[in-house]
C-alpha cells in the first residue's frame, strides 16, 4: 500500500472510530446490548441468528437486527421470518459495515433502541475488510464452520484476534468432513488466548441454549456495569 | 467511498492492469497456460489444487503454483507434496493478489517461464477483493462449495460474473447439507450467462478427470490461436 493510500485509509478509520464510539454510547444509555457477527461468506452467520431471534422472541425478549450484504435482500428475507424487526444493509461492492451505514439505518428504521433487549448486527460475509471497523458493539462474535478448514484463524489473524467469543457452526457435519477439533482449538487459541468457544449446529440445535444463556448473562453483566 | 480514495483505488487499478497485460503476454510467449483460483476461504481451492497439479504431473505434464495468503505458508507446505515448485505469496493483510506481487515472486523463483505447461495462482480466499485485479491469467475460476449455500453468486456477482469457468467442491457432502442444485445453477447462471460448471470432489476424485481434460483443452486452443 502506498503511504498516501495508508494515510487516507487511516483516516477512514479514525473517523469510524469517532462514530463507532457515539453509537456505543447510545447503546449503552439505551441498554440495548448490541452484537456484531462476523465470517466468511456461508459459515452460517444468517442461519445461526435465525434460530437465535427466534428463541430469543420465544422467551419474550425484544430483539432486531441490521444485515449487511453487497447485493440483495434474501438475508434480511429470512431473518423476518423470526418475526423481528430486520432491516438490509446494501453496501454495493462493500466488503464490510462502517459505524456511518449502522446510524443512517438505524435512524432510518425509527426503532426506539431504548425498547429493545438486544440488537443483532449481521457484517458483510469477509474474513479480512471487517475486522478494522468498530461498529460500537458490545461483542464481536466470529463464526467458523466445521468445512471450512482448521486453518482459518491463522490464516486471517486479525478478524479472529478482534473478537470476543467464537461460534463452530455446521458441527453436525464434523464427522463427515473429518473436522480435527483439536487443530481448530489450538488454532483458535494462538492467535486469541482464552477465546470462549460454542460448538453449534443450527440443524440440530446443539448448543443454541447455552449460547443463549451466555447472551443473556452478557448483558446482565453489562448492565450491571453501567448502571 | 470518498471521491479521492475512489480515484486513488483507479489509479492502482489502471497500473495493475498495465502489469498484468505485460505478464499476460510474457505467459503466451512463454507458451504457459495460467489459472487465477479464487474463492471465499476455505472452499478447497488447496484441495482441488493439490490433486490437479499431482495427476497433472503424473501425465507428464510441467506444473508450478504459486499460493497467495494473509499470514502462514501452510498451503505452500500442502501444495509442495504434489513434488510440484510451489511459493508461497504472504500478503501482510492484503485481500488479495496483485500483478506485480505475481512478477516479484516469479523473478524470485527464477522458472523458466518456457519450461511450464502450467502455471496455477491459488488467490487470497475472499469473495470481494480479489475481482478487480488481473494477474495475466487466461482462465478466471470461481470454485463454490455446496457447504456455502447457494446464493453466494448473487450476493457476490462481481467475483462470479468476472470468472471464466466454476468449480463446485465438497460435492460429495451435497446430501448432508441439503444442497440445491437447481437454485445454485440458476444464480450461476443469473450473474454469469453461459458457465461452464464442474462438480467436484477432491475427497471422491468426482469429475477431476473431466476437469484435466477441460483445462489440457484450454491450453491447446490458446497455443493454436497463439501460434
Given amino acids: 500500500m502506498t503511504p498516501r493510500l495508508l494515510r487516507l ?4 478509520l479514525e473517523k469510524n472510530d469517532r462514530l463507532a464510539n ?3 454510547l447510545r ?3 439505551a441498554g ?3 452484537l456484531n457477527l462476523v465470517s466468511s461468506p456461508g459459515t452460517g452467520k444468517t442461519a445461526l441468528l435465525e434460530s437465535t431471534l427466534a428463541r430469543m422472541r420465544a422467551r419474550g425478549l425484544r430483539v432486531a437486527a441490521l444485515v449487511g450484504d453487497l447485493a440483495t435482500e434474501n438475508d434480511a428475507r429470512r431473518l423476518a421470518r423470526s418475526g423481528a424487526p430486520v432491516r438490509q444493509i446494501v453496501t454495493d461492492g462493500i466488503c464490510h459495515l462502517e459505524a456511518e451505514m449502522i446510524e443512517t439505518h438505524l435512524a432510518a428504521s425509527r426503532w426506539p433502541l431504548a425498547e429493545l433487549d438486544f440488537l443483532f448486527i449481521e457484517n458483510v460475509g469477509n474474513l479480512v475488510c471487517p475486522s478494522g471497523y468498530d461498529l460500537g458493539e458490545d461483542l464481536r462474535v466470529v463464526l467458523l464452520s466445521v468445512t471450512e478448514g482448521e486453518d482459518k484463524p491463522v490464516k486471517y ?3 479472529f484476534n478482534t473478537a470476543d467469543v467464537a461460534v ?3 458441527i453436525d457435519l464434523a ?4 473436522f480435527d477439533r483439536a487443530a481448530a482449538y489450538a488454532n483458535l487459541q494462538a492467535v486469541r488466548p482464552g477465546l470462549r468457544v460454542f460448538e453449534t449446529s443450527a440443524k440440530t440445535g446443539q448448543d443454541l441454549e447455552a449460547w443463549l444463556t451466555f447472551l443473556l448473562e452478557a448483558r446482565t453483566q453489562r448492565l450491571a456495569e453501567t448502571s
Fill in 9 to 12: 485509509k487511516q483516516n477512514v
Fill in 157 to 159: 489473524p486479525s478478524l
Fill in 168 to 170: 463452530l457452526t455446521k
Fill in 22 to 24: 457515539g453509537l456505543r
Fill in 27 to 29: 447503546f449503552r444509555q
Fill in 32 to 34: 440495548v446490548f448490541v
Fill in 175 to 178: 464427522e463427515a468432513v473429518d
